[in-house]
């Protein structure tokens, strides 16, 4: 057994490289010659030096054996340098000490790390031909299904790396789970794109209220309002109108727009106090949620009134979780039709007040009363449309008005 290419303190054989094996070999002849108990034979002149092996005989026997590889049971190690994402892509950048083959998976921040096999079912890998060069593992998807990754989302990325199948070796060396974990790295998605809001329904709930139903596509602060007219420079100035209106809109339990938050899943991993720490306070009924149903009631309203003008606008909470730098709504520019203030007004449509006030009359008299023998003539005028009905009773009768009920 070999286990360096000289004795001693020699280097130790290394691992995946081809060898030329040399064997030399010599008899004790000289040593039984020279015993005491000597041999019969022993001859008149004794051996000088022990009978050995010449070089050819040596070469021919290097020959025989031929190039010797030694395996490759060593699992590489993996380095990661970086990891940079878009919207929907992460690219992971790393090293490793081999040839050999790099995978990665994306895991929801803080969730259980994915084991080898999930890593390799998903199937995002570079071939690594050079080793301790940087090459690129680019993750596209959540799972198996091609699930997308999500904008603006904290996402922990796991690696695994296995080596070239060696010579003589019968399967591939991959690192252990251990070296996995040792693998994590934090990255968040980018977002740039302001949210999109759908509009599930909308109706007048009073003489002064309108209500609204909408969706938001992730984690938003909306605000809405309605005008009979549009305000004056609105496509400029749209965002200060809806904001300085917010105290005739909110939601169905009473919070002002732009007070109460609509969440997504990212609101559980982010570090920020924003009420939603765990999964349980995501379940809670009192959350309103992304891509769910969001009551928005709008107040101050004149009675039965038309309000064809009426807007709504959204801003994320980008890009620290609090909305520092929000990607917000524009008013008729971008891709999404959802994200732009003039699409929602035209999705809204015109919604017109209840009328919630009686009629009243403004005019109501009996011209002459003699007119007729069987009938009496009631001229009257409405402040609305409506419908007025009259009885009549002798003054003898003895009936009141309490007697003669609606």
């Not at 803080?110 to 690129?136: H, M, Q, R």
């Not at 929000?326 to 699409?343: D, E, F, H, I, L």
Request: charged fraction near 20%.
């Amino acid at each position: 057994r070999l286990y360096g290419t000289l004795p001693g303190s020699s280097p130790k054989l290394t691992a995946e490289t081809g060898y030329k094996i040399f064997c030399f070999a010599e008899d004790d002849w000289k040593l039984q010659a020279d015993a005491a108990a000597s041999s019969v034979n022993y001859p008149l002149s004794p051996p000088s030096v022990l009978n050995k092996v010449d070089l050819a005989h040596a070469t021919g026997i290097k020959d025989s054996f031929g190039l010797q590889t030694t395996l490759d049971l060593t699992p590489p190690s993996v380095t990661i340098s970086g990891a940079s994402t878009t919207e929907t892509i992460i690219t992971v950048t790393l090293q490793l000490n081999e040839v050999g083959t790099a995978y990665c998976r994306a895991v929801r921040k803080d969730f259980p790390a994915p084991n080898v096999l999930e890593i390799l079912d998903i199937n995002f890998k570079s071939n690594v031909g050079t080793p301790s060069s940087d090459t690129e593992v680019v993750v596209t998807a959540y799972d198996s299904d091609g699930e997308p990754l999500r904008l603006g989302t904290d996402y922990d990325v796991y690696c695994y790396a296995d080596d070239d199948l060696c010579h003589g070796c019968k399967v591939t060396t991959g690192i252990t789970h251990t070296a996995v974990l040792a693998t994590k790295t934090p990255v968040r998605t980018l977002d740039t794109t302001p949210p999109s809001i759908r509009i599930i329904h909308r109706e007048s709930i009073a003489h002064d209220q309108i209500f609204i139903t909408l969706q938001v596509d992730e984690g938003s602060k909306v605000w809405c309002a309605a005008w009979t007219a549009q305000p004056a420079d609105f496509a400029s100035s749209f965002e200060a109108w809806l904001k300085n209106s917010s105290t005739y809109c909110a939601d169905e339990t009473g919070v002002e727009c732009g007070s109460f938050i609509v969440y997504d899943l990212d609101d559980i991993e982010d570090s920020h106090a924003d009420d939603v720490a765990t999964i349980h306070d995501y379940d809670n009924t009192s959350v309103w949620k992304y891509n769910q149903d969001v009551h928005i009631i709008l107040s101050g309203l004149t009675e039965e009134q038309m309000y064809d003008h009426i807007y709504c606008f959204a801003e994320d909470d980008e890009d620290d979780g609090v909305g520092t730098n929000p990607n917000k709504m524009t008013y008729n520019s971008g891709a999404a039709a959802g994200s732009k203030v003039w699409q929602v007004h035209l999705d809204i449509g015109s919604v017109t007040t209840l009328d919630e006030t009686p009629p009243s009359f403004t005019r109501l008299e009996i011209e002459n009363p003699t007119a007729d023998d069987d009938r009496i003539v009631v001229t009257f005028s409405l402040n609305e449309p409506g419908t007025t009905y009259c009885r009549a009773t002798r003054s003898d009768s003895g009936e009141s008005s309490a007697d003669m009920p609606i």
